[in-house]
């Protein structure tokens, strides 16, 4: 994000910065909260996907903020007649355990395995950090071979959805997890911790399903097991995610899209075209190792055309219909 300043500044397009993750998180761990701030000062309009979010931003850069949150396809499945039918869990998301935290997951399903014996977990995604060995390992050292699978990247993961009973999303902290969207989508309750953020916000306790209190295997497990042991709950949540997924249909959050970006060229053309900057924005426009902007322009152009593609193909799309 921090070259898009360098790459805008010789134009008049109105820029929108779009953020995907936690906020904190980003300034924590991956950028500063100092230079953040400056980049955000550079845009037109702000994208956040959750409200929450907006207090990571200065206040006097909060009137540029839009929240718009991920969306999901606006044909819902039809309700599923027995969600105990085939007693499994789904866990989706890379292979990466500084993040995902799967191996809590594992541990806390074998704590309750002997209960549940009839139960299996299956873990979808692809390797990113070399995860997969050390699950592997945990699965043989807890003789979990028979009831938990690493099923790598799918192409056709709306199976695993279907078959499903419910979702746990064991992460350490989300932007917003499109996961538990795509959980509700296909009527499946959500697991997940109370402290992971984009989560927490999500899942409505007792209702959508289950927040964890702390961040352990136990605390999990005990969420886990009140769902596995209990049908009628399992089968109310199911109800209750459908209808929640139904706020996230794309035709909503594409006309917020739209409104967004409206209202930034809107603003733009009523203020004029010239960005004032003032010194300490000078100061960052030069810096030599941000200037070279060629590589990062050619990638944004072919993301750009990309982007045009789809986007055209889903106006036309809803233009028929």
């Known amino acids: 994000m921090r070259w898009w300043p360098h790459i805008m500044k010789h134009t008049d397009i109105p820029l929108i910065l779009s953020e995907q993750s936690n906020p904190w998180k980003i300034e924590q761990e991956m950028w500063n909260r100092s230079e953040r701030q400056l980049v955000m000062s550079f845009a037109d309009s702000i994208h956040l996907s959750l409200p929450s979010y907006r207090e990571s931003i200065e206040e006097h850069l909060r009137d540029k903020v839009a929240i718009i949150p991920n969306a999901i396809a606006d044909s819902i499945p039809a309700s599923k007649e027995n969600i105990f039918a085939n007693k499994t869990i789904i866990a989706v998301g890379r292979l990466e355990d500084d993040v995902k935290q799967f191996s809590i997951l594992i541990k806390a399903f074998a704590a309750i395995r002997h ?3 009839d139960w299996k977990l299956g873990i979808i995604g692809g390797d990113v950090d070399g995860s997969e060995k050390k ?3 945990l699965i043989q050292q807890l003789d979990l071979a028979n009831q938990v699978e690493l099923k790598g990247e799918l192409d056709n993961i709306q199976k695993e959805y279907v078959s499903a009973t419910f979702l746990c999303h064991p992460s350490r902290y989300e932007g917003f997890p499109l996961t538990i969207l795509e959980s509700y989508y296909y009527s499946l309750p959500a697991i997940g911790f109370r402290a992971c953020s984009g989560v927490n916000e999500l899942i409505k306790d007792g209702v959508t399903g289950l927040l964890a209190d702390s961040m352990t295997e136990t605390s999990l497990a005990r969420c886990m097991s009140a769902l596995m042991g209990n049908e009628a709950m399992v089968e109310e949540m199911s109800r209750m995610a459908r209808k929640e997924g139904q706020k996230y249909k794309i035709s909503k959050i594409c006309d917020q899209w739209i ?8 603003e733009r053309e009523r203020t004029g075209s010239v960005r004032k900057k003032n010194k300490e924005q000078e100061r960052f426009l030069r810096k030599s190792y ?3 902007t060629s590589f990062v322009r050619g990638l944004m152009k072919e993301m750009f055309s990309r982007w045009l593609i789809l986007t055209k193909s889903i106006v036309r799309k809803f233009a028929v219909h």
């Not at 409104?259 to 809107?266: M, P």
């Open 135 to 137: 699950y592997r390992e």
């Open 115 to 117: 209960r549940y014996p």
């Open 290 to 292: 941000l200037n070279d």
């Open 259 to 266: 409104g967004l970006i409206e209202r930034t060229i809107s």
